[in-house]
């Protein structure tokens, strides 16, 4: 039942792979890159698309056309799993790492996202509620 742990990310099924989200949310933050570091930092600021308490997309089956700015992971070729948080299944998998303890997938649990303190469900805010995305940095507590 661990495909996870026997599969590459694109040897996945669609179901295998969708499983893989937690639901936290985190990649749905907004995103400032420094440009002659190259070092991506969050914000607080939230996707207007996502549902702020089940970190869930309102409109995932159509999220690229609704937000031409999502990032498909699926796409061909795509590489910039660095763009991703470093508590994210896809990142840890493709680095070759393995999901933590509170992973649903291993917890068998899907509120063991929430009781770690991983979703953003209790900080985040929503883009268009914010002027400037640097005032809303946040270094993560990995």
């Known amino acids: 039942m661990s495909f996870w742990k026997t599969k590459k990310l694109i040897e996945m099924t669609t179901e295998e792979w969708e499983s893989l989200c937690d639901n936290c949310g985190r990649c749905c933050l907004n995103k400032l890159e420094d440009e002659d570091t190259g070092d991506i930092y969050f914000t607080s600021a939230?996707?207007?698309q996502i549902d702020l308490e089940t970190c869930r997309c309102t409109h995932y089956a159509d999220r690229f056309t609704v937000v031409p700015e999502c990032i498909d992971l699926r796409q061909p070729g795509f590489t910039a799993y660095n763009w991703l948080p470093s508590t994210?299944?896809?990142?840890?998998?493709?680095?070759g790492g393995e999901l933590p303890d509170w992973h649903p997938l291993v917890s068998g649990n899907a509120e063991s996202v929430q009781e770690a303190g991983?979703?953003?469900?209790?900080?985040?805010?929503?883009?268009?509620?914010?002027?400037?995305?640097?005032?809303?940095i946040i270094e993560w507590l990995d």
């Open 88 to 95: 994210c299944a896809y990142r840890l998998l493709n680095d």
């Open 118 to 136: 991983i979703s953003i469900s209790s900080y985040a805010i929503r883009e268009s509620e914010v002027d400037d995305l640097e005032d809303h």
């Open 46 to 48: 939230a996707c207007d």
